[in-house]
């Protein structure tokens, strides 16, 4: 069993910064991926960043140069820094876990485990 817990969400104003968190616990009894995704009202869920178990990330277009992903030394750590925030970045922010290889480390089919997510919200 996989637990994801996020945290590190809230509000803040346009051009600020804030670093989300991701606390993985259970079992794992191998390798992993990990990555944080995203859901606008009224929108899909999509995937933003994501970190392969040798430490090779992707970033979503929309985020690169903005966002860094990166996780503590025991990898049971998921960070998000995120900075330059604008408006249309106010959605729920998810984390999530893969075991095995995927084609597209953003596609939000290929993840396993989720977090319960945590809303940010950026004002103008």
């Known amino acids: 069993l996989v637990q994801l817990a996020e945290s590190g969400g809230g509000s803040v104003q346009s051009g600020e910064s804030l670093t989300l968190s991701c606390v993985a616990s259970?079992?794992?009894?191998?390798?992993?991926?990990m990555g944080w995704f995203r859901q606008i009202l009224g929108k899909e869920r999509e995937g933003i960043a994501a970190?392969?178990?040798?430490?090779?990330?992707s970033y979503a277009d929309s985020v690169k140069g903005r966002f860094t992903i990166s996780q503590d030394n025991a990898k049971t750590t998921l960070y998000l820094q995120m900075s330059s925030l604008k408006p249309e970045d106010t959605a729920m922010y998810y984390c999530?876990?893969?075991?095995?290889?995927?084609?597209?480390?953003?596609?939000?089919?290929?993840?396993?485990?989720w977090g319960k997510g945590t809303r940010v919200t950026v004002s103008s």
């Open positions: 999530a876990l893969r075991f095995g290889y995927s084609l597209d480390p953003l596609d939000v089919d290929d993840y396993n485990h």
């Open positions: 259970g079992d794992f009894y191998t390798v992993y991926s």
């Open positions: 970190i392969e178990s040798d430490g090779t990330m």
